[in-house]
């Protein structure tokens, strides 16, 4: 059975641009990978757990960011490369990078080393125009962005922009 995961993809308007909180994953696999890397604030759960409480969970332990689960709406589910499906949900906040708290894992680095460290589960955070987020995020979750602005596009706000460099022209959402 597919492992399953559950996140909340944090948004922000500022200045009519649609920005996302993503977040890049800590630990020495991750520390010289950028583009195709980040992700949306999410960790597995069971099928005893409730999928929005551990998502707000996940949020919390990740990012420091206490979100109420009654501000969330959903943007479904995706399924990501390595079969683990991913239910989602976006919530309206904005977040102080500088306050990022993470969890910790621990690890053994350099492998087969005896050397056992702790690492952030969550190196730093981000916010991105959807345009940019598109290139950093995971592939896989890559649609929970298009999901988010069609969401904000049918809720009748805006005029909102893809990012900041490009024309109201060329980036006008609606």
Known sequence: MAKKSAGILVFRLLNNV????????????????????????????????????????????????????????????IKQKGGKVVTSWALETDFDITQLKSNTFQMEWPRNSGVIRDYPEVDRAEWFPITAAKTKLLTAQAPLLDRLVERLKSSGRGPLLLDASSTEGSATLF
């Open 18 to 77: 649609v920005e996302v909180l993503l977040v890049h994953p800590g630990g020495p696999l991750w520390a010289r990978k950028d583009d195709g890397s980040w992700s949306i604030p999410k960790g597995e759960y069971t099928d005893d757990d409730d999928p929005l409480n551990a998502a707000v969970r996940e949020l919390s332990e990740e990012t420091g960011i206490e979100a109420d689960l009654t501000q969330c709406f959903t943007l479904g589910e």
